[in-house]
């Protein structure tokens, strides 16, 4: 039963940078994908980014590319969200979750099978 952790989420000024961790445990195999979500109140879950198994290849949305990084560390197989230069409107509950497969369609949230229970982030104007 593979389970997920996040944790780094908090209440920042708009500019700051915010690093999110997301612990994963139980068995992932080569081929998995992680994926960052976000849910603003009133709107519909979002794709923020996304990082296949060793790392070597990451996928991010428009709204987030340059100010976001994806990483991976396999040796405790947690991913990390470093954000960056934040804005009011990256408020939002921010979800990691894996799916079996890095192939597409990796920003599409129903296609992934496990989740974190989410971590507020908000930034203040």
């Known amino acids: 039963q593979v389970q997920m952790v996040e944790s780094g989420g908090g209440l920042v000024q708009a500019g700051a940078s915010l690093r999110l961790s997301c612990a994963t445990s139980g068995r992932t195999d080569s081929g998995y994908a992680w994926g960052w979500f976000r849910r603003a109140p009133g709107k519909e879950r979002e794709f923020v980014a996304a990082i296949s198994w060793n790392g070597d290849s990451t996928f991010y949305s428009d709204s987030v590319k340059g100010r976001f990084t994806i990483s991976k560390v396999n040796a405790n197989n947690t991913v990390y969200l470093q954000m960056t230069t934040l804005k009011p409107e990256d408020t939002a509950v921010y979800y990691c979750?894996?799916?079996?497969?890095?192939?597409?369609?990796?920003?599409?949230?129903?296609?992934?099978?496990?989740w974190g229970q989410g971590a507020q982030v908000t930034v203040s104007s």
């Open positions: 979750a894996t799916r079996g497969s890095w192939l597409p369609p990796t920003a599409i949230w129903e296609s992934y099978e496990h």
